[in-house]
């Protein structure tokens, strides 16, 4: 947010303030609708200070004191504050509160009842002496629940922000690793062409040059068009299939529209990586099947491999699973259902996955 929003933002709340005060106070004026001319200072007081104190609580005493959990200072200042400005509209302001006078200032005529000095020094009950005060106490308690709402509103927001910073700031970590774990896969799939010194060297480069050119431009957004995605995942299966001795049992099958589908960048290529690099036997023939339907905004991905003897552990494949899982987690929390399922000679990951229909 730049300085100009900033102002115009302390504008909108400076005259949202005034407007709502203006309100309040023509509200109360009603009362002199039948006799505008006898509006007393008292009135003008009761508002000012009212105002003084309703701005001392809101910046000041609320997320200096209350906030703070000091609630024996707190309220102690409230009260003394209240009790000042009572004594002070009493003594200057408020002469009927002292003492009894009659309206319109006409002196009742002498009589033995009214001449008992207990009668004409009487004063009004002390309960309507302190009536004047609750409006004070309205004024704070309004005050109150305003800042306290703000502060907590303001609170959560500042939560979100510091969790949407770490998830991006998170996310970014895992691309980062996922590319430089492709690109050290892709290395060893051209260094192994040029090891046998094949002809097809050239084409791999090429090929890989078109995938580097995707994951520079393309994967900065967070989220991608699904048949871009889709047509990567194509040639890293082209770039595998030129080192391998025998590709008859690798098979890619996608059905359904894959336009105007959205899908965050490299996403299901560590699957496929693992697929490779566990589904390869020491003679270079891989058995890797591919299967991506699309129906609606739904995807189902199917990848099953087969387990070799120099696979250990199928479980564990390293940096790529657990990247892929921790990004499903972040961004697709209540969206995906991963299921990986080992046999003694088949792994298979499923992966079903609400895709965006808008950019994001």
Request: net charge neutral.
């Amino acid at each position: 947010m730049n300085i100009v929003s900033i102002k115009n933002n302390d504008s909108n709340k400076i005259l949202i303030h005034s407007i709502i005060w203006c309100f309040f106070i023509c509200t109360s004026l009603i009362q002199f609708y039948e006799s505008p001319f006898h509006i007393n200072a008292d009135f003008y007081v009761q508002w000012i200070l009212g105002i003084i104190l309703f701005y001392l609580n809101y910046f000041y005493l609320v997320p200096s004191l209350l906030l703070q959990k000091k609630y024996i200072s707190y309220f102690a200042i409230l009260i003394v504050l209240i009790v000042i400005i009572m004594v002070c509209r009493y003594q200057f302001f408020m002469p009927e509160f002292r003492e009894m006078r009659p309206p319109n200032g006409i002196n009742p005529p002498k009589t033995p009842l009214l001449s008992n000095p207990r009668i004409e020094k009487k004063e009004q009950p002390f309960f309507f002496k302190i009536v004047p005060s609750f409006f004070y106490v309205l004024i704070i308690a309004i005050s109150t629940i305003i800042k306290t709402l703000s502060e907590f509103y303001n609170d959560q927001q500042n939560k979100l922000i510091v969790e949407s910073q770490r998830t991006a700031t998170e996310l970014n970590y895992l691309r980062k690793q996922t590319n430089p774990h492709f690109l050290f896969n892709s290395l060893n799939s051209i260094y192994s062409l040029a090891h046998k010194k094949s002809d097809l060297v050239p084409d791999a480069i090429v090929t890989l040059s078109e995938m580097m050119r995707y994951m520079l431009y393309e994967t900065d957004n967070k989220t991608v068009f699904l048949e871009k995605e889709i047509n990567y995942i194509k040639n890293y299966i082209e770039l595998q299939k030129l080192r391998l001795n025998n590709i008859e049992n690798i098979v890619i099958n996608i059905h359904g529209e894959t336009k105007n589908k959205y899908i965050e960048p490299l996403l299901l290529i560590s699957f496929i990586e693992n697929a490779f690099k566990y589904g390869t036997d020491y003679k270079g023939a891989a058995f890797v099947k591919i299967k991506i339907t699309i129906e609606g905004n739904i995807l189902d991905f199917w990848v099953e491999n087969k387990v070799e003897n120099h696979t250990k552990d199928p479980e564990n494949s390293g940096i790529g699973l657990a990247n892929i899982k921790n990004r499903l987690t972040l961004l697709y929390p209540n969206a995906h259902q991963l299921d990986l399922i080992a046999t003694e000679t088949i792994y298979t990951v499923h992966l079903v996955l609400q895709l965006e229909q808008i950019q994001l």
